[in-house]
């Protein structure tokens, strides 16, 4: 299912791209001419983003037709095709860049997402994006996330109390911010999960103390140390390692017990998949 406001990102991209018309196209394709093209996988990896781009054509030009050979999700590897597109060539066209430019970016992120799930499979730790994602296109780059096989942090700053260190500085300390986080609830008869950001192990002890929590996030902990807090906090709640975690640690702190660890890397330094669309 597309992400709520996928239609309006949509009619953005192609009020940005086409301006007042495609001048090339208009100028050397014939209004009555009919073409194909073909979606080429150029990179090995997961692809995302197929859904999406029926939405785009369907959006444009609702006589261009998809035949689809590979879903979103899909390992693909360099010289697949994951789908052919027919209809008005002028609109084929015009259509081409947007589809590759979201496609190329969901499909970065999917594959990069995939391999952090592989190189933590078997740990029992799940794989976490973070808000770190471009203004506007959240919503996509969360759904090529989980297409990647990794799960959702908080969509937004609506949907979860995350307390992180600048909140309890601010507010006068963990205990502090934690009573006042519960009583806004109260107040409010929201019900909210709570994460609080632990910088060292007194903070950690801080929270345990407190309580009032559904999750404990570890911050820039060495794996050793973390090891240390995961037995501390002895599965009282849930805990999660943040903080530059590349794939080449990313084993070695899930092996320390944590239930998740979140990677800010999925979304905002992700390689884009090469893709390209080719005429048949």
């Not at 073909?38 to 990896?45: A, F, M, P, S």
């Not at 990069?112 to 730790?125: I, Q």
């Not at 950001?197 to 950690?204: G, P, S």
Request: glycine share 10%; with cysteine.
């Amino acid at each position: 299912m597309l992400p709520t406001g996928t239609e309006e990102l949509i009619a953005l991209a192609f009020r940005e791209d086409i301006g007042d018309g495609d001048h090339t196209s208009l100028s050397t394709i014939p209004a009555d001419a009919k073409g194909a093209a073909r979606l080429l996988v150029k990179d090995d990896g997961i692809l995302a983003g197929v859904e999406l781009a029926q939405a785009i054509a369907h959006h444009f030009d609702p006589s261009i037709t998809l035949r689809i050979y590979l879903e979103d999700g899909a390992t693909v590897k360099k010289g697949d095709i994951a789908f052919n597109m027919m209809g008005p060539s002028r609109s084929i066209l015009q259509v081409e860049r947007i589809m590759l430019n979201f496609m190329q970016r969901m499909s970065g992120i999917a594959t990069l997402t995939h391999r952090f799930v592989e190189a933590v499979d078997g740990t029992g730790c799940r794989v976490l994006d973070t808000r770190k994602t471009t203004p506007g296109l959240r919503g996509l780059e969360k759904w090529a996330v989980r297409l990647g096989g990794g799960h959702n942090h908080r969509m937004g700053l609506y949907d979860m109390i995350m307390i992180k260190d600048n909140h309890h500085d601010f507010a006068g300390g963990i205990p502090k911010a934690i009573k006042a986080a519960n009583e806004y609830l109260t107040r409010g008869c929201k019900q909210l999960p709570i994460e609080v950001e632990t910088r060292n192990l007194d903070e950690v002890q801080q929270v345990l103390s407190t309580g009032g929590v559904q999750r404990i996030m570890l911050d820039n902990f060495t794996p050793q140390l973390m090891r240390e807090a995961v037995k501390l906090i002895d599965r009282r709640f849930e805990t999660e390692a943040s903080g530059g975690i590349t794939l080449e640690t990313a084993r070695s702190f899930a092996e320390t017990g944590v239930d998740y660890i979140s990677i800010g890397a999925l979304t905002h330094s992700v390689q884009s998949l090469d893709l390209s669309l080719k005429a048949l």
